[in-house]
């Protein structure tokens, strides 16, 4: 069982950059391969990026290709992703998620998830 807290969202102006992290408890998290997904208001669920459980591998969706970096620290049970040059567009609840997977782009392939956080930027 894995259990995944967000945080580091907020308001940002575009241009802009956030460092969101999400903090996991277990003691077996370097098992799990970790995704990022957003939902903006109206849409669905989307993929953003994924990241292997010793962090050698990571796969993004191609519309945050270069301005989106995850990562992890396996030591502290955390997994980040820093976002960076910040569009309207990119103004929704990002969700980490948990996965004995790597790579999974469908959320129905991850079977933990946190709560959210907002990341809102202003043109």
């Known amino acids: 069982q894995v259990q995944l807290v967000e945080s580091g969202g907020g308001l940002v102006q575009a241009g802009g950059s956030l460092r969101l992290s999400c903090a996991a408890s277990?003691?077996?998290?370097?098992?799990?391969?970790m995704g990022w997904f957003r939902q903006a208001p109206g849409k669905e669920r989307e993929f953003v990026a994924a990241?292997?459980?010793?962090?050698?591998?990571?796969a993004y969706a191609d519309s945050v290709k270069g301005r989106f970096t995850i990562s992890r620290d396996n030591a502290k049970n955390a997994v980040y992703l820093q976002i960076n040059s910040l569009q309207p567009e990119d103004t929704a609840i990002y969700y980490c998620?948990?996965?004995?997977?790597?790579?999974?782009?469908?959320?129905?392939?991850?079977?933990?998830w946190g709560q959210g956080t907002q990341v809102t930027v202003s043109s």
């Open positions: 998620a948990g996965s004995r997977v790597f790579g999974q782009r469908r959320g129905s392939e991850y079977a933990y």
């Open positions: 277990g003691r077996t998290f370097s098992s799990y391969a």
């Open positions: 990241i292997s459980g010793m962090g050698r591998s990571t």
